[in-house]
């Protein structure tokens, strides 16, 4: 540490003064770089205002940085969007690392082609070391070129912070740099300021060089170009979360309007010549349209505020007018899944803990767009940093929510999106605030690198009937606006310029698909028998009473999967009795005393956390304690369920279903437990009771499953993550991760063979049952039951309607003893075109 004497910094020219707030462009203006002066120029040589080394001058001459020997740095940037000159207009005098005397020649410029060709001439002179400092001279008015103008106070220097040692950091993925004109001025400025906001030492690496990511000059001095390969390395605390943020950053353009580059692992040149990207389905569909990127405003905030009382005041406000918003949004939502998810985001600006943290920081004299940014990164950070599926959701939320309040706090307005016809939008992730306002009639389809089949934008796409991919390599950010695209969701394929024969055969489809549909609703009253008169019965998975409708207006003969878990999420206690008891009896007076009505208890835990259930953290959530485990270590939970559901009983034809059962000490528990709760409600009969089987232990124990359960139902989602030890939602995995798979099937047989031989029946209700591919198969394989989600149920009953048991029962032992899920698809469309009449079948 040492003590610098007081310093006069002189007029680098001479000129007019100008106050920097009214500097227009808002990195000098809002003195994210650093406090100091502006001068419009009278003289064209910029002259060295203190002593010191060059430690950066741009290869394009407009801008120069002096260090003195007590670490107090001057920027000074000839100028406004000078960088565009590409160094035309501008000689530069001085070489960085060289010593130069105050008042020495730096830069001479050509003021009438600079003020010809650029923006504008205003010149900044900025100490973005940040010392304070006084005016020697009034702030406006004329100067002469080495008249004293600031006088520094005293300070101490600022140790430099260390760079992080190699082994201790984490390195970013590689990002190629898509600004124009590299990391100059505005854009460094912007990541600098970004990498102050994390407690951890950060730094950015071109090549062999590497710069403290906190300093602007440093960053300057890295002299980055258009299409150079950068890191952002980070050690400490915040880490992680810095360098995914930076280098996000980075990619988008730190503030400036750029063509999102391809990362470098997926070269840029490899991203043009291909032909096919491949993802995951998200939504099913297909659409042929035009590539419009959309890429999420950064905004620049200044760290400190007015006073604690006001910025307190902008807060409140911003957090008012957000919640209306959200109510406009979820009043005006596509469905009730839309609602859902602005319902959760209200809920998410209610947290105490968020705002308690946003609130601190305001108090310590920040601004309270700067406060609430930082409350609400941390919080998403550690929401990430959970390992957990639904919590790093939660932070993808947060993060929007986020995003809204703060434009309200600086006072952005969102500005529409104008879109062309036929858009297939993507983005890194599409957030909901952004698909809320979006012109349906335009969009045709989504395609993201990040979300899974259970993301947002999965949910969103399916509520608006629209194709999407989730998963997509990160060159898809690379494609131009306007590029033409086939986006085939049904094969998680988006083809770039796809040929004329392509685009006519999507086209042909469509028009089939329709008159398909149309066929399939009008028959959708008839029993899903099939050609040799073998019923199966098609129910539904719900999650709600407006579903369990909807549902029977479709042709559900029931229904097969009612996911209980909707009364219990989202929520800060758990649902009364009379609550959850109204609901399902509700439920089972839609469907009447001949339907079935599966209930399946509570299905949550680990993966799926409930805020009024605290639980340890566990390492591996879908290993650890979910569905009947959890239920039956808080059995009073488990209880006050068993007492609703059965509070439905004679409504409808009851079945109680338990979740994620691996071993029958934890069916006879549970039984135990319902029987009680009958016994206290005087009950004589007890509901049907069944396990699914998603566990593979379950699948291969069915034989002693089966003499103490009423029925089986299989959760394919489960039993494939399970059996194959691949994450249902890996984005990476997902299209390996097929219920189509040899091994699972033979699972399925299994169980179907140890049923029957008590006389007991087998149900599908996990997705593969709502594909119409899987139909001939689960029939084959002697599966009585199909539960599928709602909107199927017409389509599942047709397919039944077209194939033979005999048939079904021969593919589906062919199947079982090939390789792989790819054979298995294969050969199940192959015999499809074999025996079912294909003029009225599609190729999904
Ligand atoms: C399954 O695992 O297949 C299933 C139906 O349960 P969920 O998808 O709710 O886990
Ligand atoms: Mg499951």
């Not at 808002?26 to 910029?46: A, E, K, N, W």
């Not at 082994?167 to 990391?183: I, M, Q, R, Y």
């Not at 906190?214 to 980055?224: D, F, N």
């Not at 219990?568 to 008891?581: I, M, T, W």
Request: hydrophobic share 45%; proline share 5%; aromatic share 4%.
């Amino acid at each position: 540490m040492a003590t610098p004497q007081q310093l006069q910094l002189l007029a680098p020219l001479s000129g007019v003064l100008m106050p920097l707030d009214q500097v227009p462009d808002q990195v000098f203006s809002s003195r994210v770089i650093g406090d100091g002066l502006c001068i419009d120029p009278t003289s064209q040589t910029l002259c060295a205002p203190l002593a010191g080394v060059i430690s950066n001058v741009q290869v394009s001459g407009h801008a120069v940085s002096i260090t003195d020997d007590n670490g107090v740095q001057v920027l000074m940037h000839i100028g406004l969007d000078t960088v565009n000159l590409a160094g035309k207009g501008f000689t530069r005098l001085v070489e960085e690392g060289q010593r130069v005397a105050v008042g020495q020649a730096l830069i001479e410029f050509d003021a009438d082609y600079i003020a010809l060709n650029a923006r504008s001439l205003l010149t900044l002179m900025l100490v973005v070391s940040g010392e304070p400092f006084t005016w020697l001279t009034p702030e406006t008015g004329g100067v002469e070129s080495g008249q004293p103008l600031l006088s520094l106070n005293p300070s101490e220097v600022v140790a430099a912070e260390p760079m992080p040692e190699e082994g201790e950091a984490l390195f970013s993925k590689p990002v190629t740099l898509p600004n124009a004109n590299g990391l100059h001025a505005r854009p460094a400025a912007v990541f600098a300021q970004a990498a102050k906001g994390f407690s951890a030492s950060i730094c950015l690496h071109k090549q062999q060089d590497s710069a403290n990511a906190k300093s602007l000059v440093a960053i300057m001095a890295l002299q980055t170009a258009h299409g150079d390969i950068l890191q952002v390395s980070a050690a400490g605390a915040d880490a992680e979360m810095a360098i995914k943020t930076l280098a996000e950053l980075l990619a988008a353009g730190c503030g400036e309007t750029v063509t999102v580059m391809a990362e470098v692992e997926t070269v840029a040149a490899e991203a043009s010549s291909l032909k096919v990207l491949r993802g995951v389905c998200a939504s099913p569909g297909a659409a042929f349209g035009q590539v419009v990127q959309i890429a999420e405003q950064t905004l620049e905030v200044s760290e400190s505020g007015v006073s604690p009382q006001v910025e307190r005041e902008y807060l409140s406000l911003a957090l008012v007018a957000a919640v209306l918003a959200l109510q406009q949004l979820r009043d005006k939502a596509t469905g009730d899944a839309q609602a859902d998810i602005f319902k959760a985001h209200q809920e998410l600006l209610e947290d105490p803990g968020l705002l308690d943290q946003a609130l601190a920081l305001i108090d310590a004299g920040k601004s309270a767009g700067f406060a609430w940014r930082a409350a609400t990164e941390s919080t998403a950070a550690l929401f990430k940093s959970l390992g957990n599926a639904l919590l790093a959701e939660r932070a993808a939320d947060l993060a929007d929510v986020g995003q809204r309040v703060l434009k309200l706090i600086l006072g952005v307005e969102d500005r529409a999106m104008e879109l062309p016809d036929g858009a297939i939008l993507i983005a890194e992730q599409l957030t909901p605030s952004q698909t809320a306002g979006l012109d349906t009639r335009k969009v045709l389809g989504f395609a993201t690198v990040g979300g899974g089949a259970t993301s947002h934008v999965a949910i969103l796409a399916r509520a608006f009937g629209l194709p999407a991919i989730c998963g997509l390599p990160v060159q898809v950010l690379a494609l131009a606006n306007g590029t033409r695209v086939l986006l085939d969701a049904d094969k998680g394929e988006l083809q770039l310029d796809p040929e004329l024969a392509a685009i006519e055969q999507l086209q042909a489809n469509r028009q089939r698909q329709k008159k398909r549909q149309q066929y399939e609703l009008e028959n959708a009253g008839l029993a899903a028998c099939t050609r040799d008169g073998h019923h199966v019965e098609i129910t539904a998975n719900i999650a709600s009473l407006a579903e369990a409708e909807q549902a029977m207006a479709l042709g559900g003969e029931g229904v097969g999967l009612l996911r209980s878990e909707f009364l219990y999420l989202d929520r800060n206690h758990a649902p009364s009795h009379d609550e959850q008891a109204s609901t399902y009896s509700a439920i089972a007076r839609t469907l009447g005393p001949a339907r079935n009505l599966v209930v399946r208890t509570l299905d949550v835990g680990g993966d799926k956390p409930l805020a009024y259930v605290p639980m340890e953290r566990e390492t591996n959530p879908f290993l650890g304690m979910r569905g009947i485990r959890l239920c039956l270590e808080r059995p009073q939970l488990l209880r006050h369920q068993f007492k609703a559901i059965l509070s439905s009983a004679g409504l409808a034809r009851l079945h109680i279903m338990l979740p994620m059962v691996a071993q029958l000490s934890e069916l006879r528990q549970a039984r135990q437990l319902l029987e009680e709760e009958a016994l206290a409600l005087g009950l004589t009969e007890l509901p049907k009771l069944g396990i699914m089987i998603e566990v593979p232990a379950a699948a291969l124990m069915a034989d002693l499953f089966t003499p103490e359960v009423d029925f089986f139902s299989i959760g394919t989602n489960d039993l494939t993550q399970y059996t194959l030890a691949m994450d249902r939602d890996h984005p990476r995995l997902a299209s390996q991760a097929d219920s189509f798979h040899p091994a699972v099937l033979r699972l399925i047989a299994n169980t179907v063979k140890a049923a029957h031989a008590h006389g007991k029946w087998v149900g599908v209700c996990g997705a593969m049952a709502s594909e119409k591919l899987a139909v001939p198969l689960l029939l084959g394989l002697g599966v009585d039951e199909l539960s599928v989600s709602v909107p199927l149920i017409p389509a599942i009953k047709a397919a039944v309607r077209e194939v033979d048991l005999l048939d079904c029962q021969a593919i589906a032992q062919q199947v079982l003893g090939l390789e792989s899920a790819e054979q298995v698809r294969e050969a199940l469309r192959l015999h499809r075109e074999a025996t079912v009449d294909t003029s009225l079948i599609l190729e999904n």
